[in-house]
């Protein structure tokens, strides 16, 4: 049928089923057996057949439509987020609809419900800070809305969150410092309501006094994602008398801030200082000096979002719903850390 719109009830004469077992296999309903979901899939391949999305919304009361809810200035987060989602959108026939908000503001759970209304949106996905937000999560529940979020911690209901291990990460980079001989270290963290701030600077902290070493108050200093910020925080750990050897920061653009404030004090890292950050973006390996910082796995935490929340709108998959999904952020060593020598 080269000149022809392929429909689905050709999809059915030629796998030799029913128009509705067409349906359920596209909608991948548990009740087509596996032999028949084969044959007609392998059909449905050999003919590029794409299903009608308003046809096949109409069929099934849904609109086939996910929705994206975050507040985060790093544009590079939710890209990767957002690579992660539609990867996983566009093998399973849904498509995303974008919402930035403000998390701080007193409508906040109003506006993400209006927006789902709006929008008549099947499910939400919600990035961190937004995330971090307990009522929203408890307004979902009652409107029966399904969700994800995606936070930094260990022990959240498994059906709800994509879970990142930011505290066992920072731990990591504690115990890599003082294992190339760093002694007097330096923290810069995030801003405090954050709980991916408070997730690394707890496994930060613990990992220092584990290993018998302090982290003097002077030498902790309170950040807020923002490069420029860092800049005037980085020199000012910088001016101390004695000052740090090595700087962790809670995430990329202010690691980026502090090699910039040791640029303008000529220390050079890093042989006279060394630098860590959390992310790694896409600005960690094209600054100069590479920057060693933490791997967050975020388009694979997008993609484990996507699956967990079609699995609960199409109720066809439990064991995806309950699994738990928690990932480890790896460190990434470059050029802005070294050993340290008196």
Do not use: W
Not at 73 to 83: N, S
Not at 109 to 129: A, E
């Amino acid at each position: 049928m080269p000149d022809q719109k392929i429909t689905i009830n050709d999809i059915a004469r030629l796998s030799g089923v029913s128009k509705r077992t067409v349906s359920r296999v596209i909608n991948n309903s548990p009740k087509v057996g596996a032999a028949t979901k084969a044959k007609v899939t392998e059909v449905i391949a050999q003919y590029n057949y794409v299903p009608d999305k308003q046809a096949r919304g109409l069929a099934s009361s849904r609109s086939y439509l996910l929705g994206l809810v975050y507040d985060n200035p790093d544009a590079l987060f939710i890209d990767d987020a957002q690579r992660g989602i539609l990867s996983v959108c566009s093998q399973q026939g849904y498509e995303l609809v974008v919402h930035p908000c403000r998390y701080k503001s007193p409508d906040f759970q109003q506006n993400v419900l209006n927006f789902v209304r709006r929008s008549k949106l099947d499910g939400v996905i919600v990035l961190p800070p937004a995330s971090e937000v307990d009522a929203l999560g408890e307004v979902l529940t009652e409107q029966e809305i399904p969700f994800v979020r995606l936070v930094s911690g260990t022990n959240e209901v498994a059906e709800n969150f994509i879970m990142s291990d930011d505290r066992a990460a920072a731990a990591e980079v504690a115990q890599f410092l003082v294992d190339l001989g760093h002694r007097q270290i330096a923290l810069m963290t995030g801003p405090d309501n954050y709980r991916s701030s408070k997730e690394r600077q707890l496994g930060f902290i613990e990992a220092i006094k584990e290993r018998g070493l302090k982290l003097p108050k002077e030498l902790v200093v309170s950040g807020n994602n923002d490069y420029h910020t860092a800049i005037k925080k980085g020199l000012d750990l910088l001016k101390q008398n004695p000052r740090p050897s090595a700087i962790f920061c809670n995430n990329d653009e202010m690691a980026a801030g502090v090699l910039k404030a040791a640029h303008e004090l000529a220390i050079k890292v890093p042989e006279a200082l060394s630098v860590c950050g959390f992310d790694d973006n896409l600005l960690a390996s094209r600054i100069i000096p590479e920057l060693t910082t933490i791997k967050r796995p975020v388009s694979e935490m997008g993609k484990y979002a996507a699956r967990k929340l079609i699995a609960k709108i199409e109720k066809n998959n439990p064991d995806a719903v309950q699994q738990k999904c928690l990932v480890r952020p790896e460190l990434v060593v470059r050029d802005s850390t070294g050993l340290y020598s008196d």
